[in-house]
C-alpha cells in the first residue's frame, strides 16, 4: 500500500494503478458539476466555449428532443474527417479533433433537453495559444450544425 500511495503522489493517479480501494468493474464516483464548470475555460487565449461572455459564440440550437439535437450532433461530426468520438454519453459527447499538424483540440458537448441546446468548450490540449483554430472550428460546425438535417 505504500508502495501505491508514493507511485499515486509521483503520477498523480491512485485509481490507474490499481491500488484504489473500491470494488472491481466499478467506476470512480464523480461530483457532479454543472455545465458551467464543466465547459469553463481555464485559459481563453487557447479556448472557447458557448457560455463566456468573451467567447461570443453561441450554443448550437436544435427543435425536438435531446435525442433529436444528439442525432444532428453526431452526424455534424461524422461530417469531420479530423474528429474522433472518444466519449458517447446519454448527454454528453466528448471529440478529439487532429489538425494538420498533428496538434489534438478537445471538444466537449453538453446537451440541454429543456433549453433545446448544446452547450460546448473546445480548447487545445498543448499550448498556451491556438491562434484562432478553436474558434474558427467551432463557428464552421456551428455553419454545418444550422445546415444539417436529421432524416
Known sequence: ???CLYLALITGNLASLGCAAQPAGSAPAA???SAKEALSCLAPSNCVNSLDDYSSLPPLRFVGSAADGKARLMKTLAAFPEARVVSNEALQVE????TRLGFRDQVLFRIDAAGQRI???????????DFGKNRSRMR????RFEKESVQ
Do not use: C, H, Q
Open 1 to 3: 500500500m505504500k508502495r
Open 31 to 33: 461530483p457532479a458539476e
Open 95 to 98: 471529440a478529439v479533433f487532429t
Open 119 to 129: 452547450d460546448f468548450r473546445s480548447r487545445s490540449n498543448v499550448g498556451l495559444y
Open 140 to 143: 464552421e460546425f456551428t455553419a
